[in-house]
């Protein structure tokens, strides 16, 4: 902050009538030259104009925060739990539209966060590693990101059978461990924009991002692996 | 703390005894810091940030089907060049470079959006490396994800490779480093199935700094940012590509903020 300078003012010479002390402290064709100015003509005028914003006029924590979550144990989802999901058998190009079917969301891979303050931009990246058993291309896992359990569709990765190596592959590969086609899914999220989320800022409060998981109850199991995800919040500018 | 003098009661007010006590006043007043201002005295509204307005800029697209990309967007033979060839087809613009704009596929219309981003409405972010430049802007943080569905190629020799670009002036540059590469036929379960789904996703995270621009040559005023797609097709046989949902997002980073006078 700089240093503050005040205007003088006119002493007083000889004796002083009422009127001279009088525009000592408020002359009204001259303000700024008698004492009036004690009265507070501080403002953003002294402000220096180059004045920049540095990390020590921030609170930590203050404009951006950030949460994240990881495992490794795996984790088994039977057939039996994805009802309801059918992959389409007619186009082998179509992807699953994460709309009111069976879904969860994954121990490990997703946070639940409080946010001190209005968010105007929600970053994401995470790291998923999943594989299934099916007996036809045609049924899927699904891995997918959600934000407070709206669905991020372009985030949305399938894998179909992900069968062992084996015989000659084993010999290929020079490996006795590992799934062919296993996937590994290096995501990532930025609001706002285009998303689903549209233009609308997320509250401060409690929210949750995260994975989630479906898969075509054809799928007779699929496994997550290791996981990760890390969701920075940046504080919106006008709370 | 000061505290203002009086003249005595029946004391001549003279000009000197007066000038004295404003004196102690004045100069008090003139000692004023922060300690003695009224907690938000002098505040003014000041948004800390580190984005600047107006961004991320974020492009995607949510594959319902996938869109294609054959020899009616590359060079007739589909071919990838060499690591880090500059330019490409853009949208609207057939046969021109060795590789094409995600989401410019052959058929056309099926792709919601280009995977290419304007910043700061053309102008561009100057990124310094001592941040100098008024744009305050030091590095440019680029994410960006597609999914590669399969490629349907007699011969199967064929690499998926992509990539992006900034652009500056005229010319799109690549970035060489982010160059990535897969191989399609080794993920199926069958290979003499061309046309089973492999679904890979090709994940893409570069800082594009200054020391970037050098290296390629251009200037450092970053105008934009685009994904790019070929195919390393050694028997240039009527390959075509699938891809899935991708998303684009170029997010800048302020090294420093001016506080704006309101």
Known sequence: MPTLTYPGYYPLTGTASGAQLHDLFYDPSSPNASLAMLNGRLDGGNFTTTFELEQLHTQRGSVVTAFGSSANANIDYRAQVFGGFEFGATDPFEFPTLAGEQKFYIPGGNVTAFFPYETTILLVMFTVYWNAHTPDADNMSSIFLHVDGTVVQDMARNVSNTAPLTGTEVDNYSTNYGYKKARAFHGHFVSPATSPLGANLLSGGWHTVGLGIMADPGVKMTRIHARDIVVMAFKSSGS | ?262
């Not at chain 2, 009224?38 to 594959?63: D, E, F, K, L």
């Not at chain 2, 007739?76 to 060049?81: D, E, G, Q, T, V």
């Not at chain 2, 069958?190 to 492999?198: G, I, Q, Y």
Request: hydrophobic share 35%; charged share 15%.
């Open chain 2, 1 to 262: 703390m000061w505290e203002p003098e009086f003249l005595a009661d029946g004391e001549t007010p003279t000009a000197s005894k007066i000038n004295t006590i404003m004196s102690g006043a004045r100069d008090y007043v003139n000692d004023l810091d922060r300690y003695a201002l009224r907690r938000g005295a002098v505040n003014r509204i000041i948004s800390p940030h580190i984005i600047p307005a107006g961004t991320p800029a974020v492009v995607q697209h949510s594959a319902t089907s996938a869109h294609t990309y054959s020899d009616a967007v590359f060079l007739a033979s589909l071919r990838y060049n060499a690591i880090g060839t500059n330019g490409g087809a853009a949208s609207g613009v057939t046969n021109t470079g060795d590789r094409a704009v995600i989401g410019h596929n052959s058929s056309g219309g099926a792709v919601a959006a280009d995977a290419t981003i304007s910043l700061n409405s053309g102008t561009g972010y100057t990124v310094d490396s001592d941040g100098s430049s008024a744009s305050m802007v030091k590095a440019i943080y680029c994410m960006f994800n597609c999914a590669v569905i399969n490629v349907v190629d007699p011969s199967e020799n064929v690499l998926v490779m992509m990539c992006l670009q900034y652009l500056n002036g005229p010319t799109w540059y690549t970035l060489p480093h982010t160059e990535r590469w897969v191989d399609v036929k080794t993920r199926r379960l069958s290979p003499t199935t061309s046309t089973e789904r492999v679904g890979v996703d090709v994940p893409i995270r570069t800082l594009i700094t200054e020391e970037d621009t050098i290296e390629r040559g251009s200037g450092n005023t970053i105008e934009g940012v685009r994904a790019m797609v070929s195919l390393e097709d050694s028997t240039a046989t009527n390959s075509v590509l699938h891809l899935g949902s991708f998303r684009l997002s170029v997010v800048p980073l302020l090294c420093s903020v001016t506080a704006s006078r309101s």
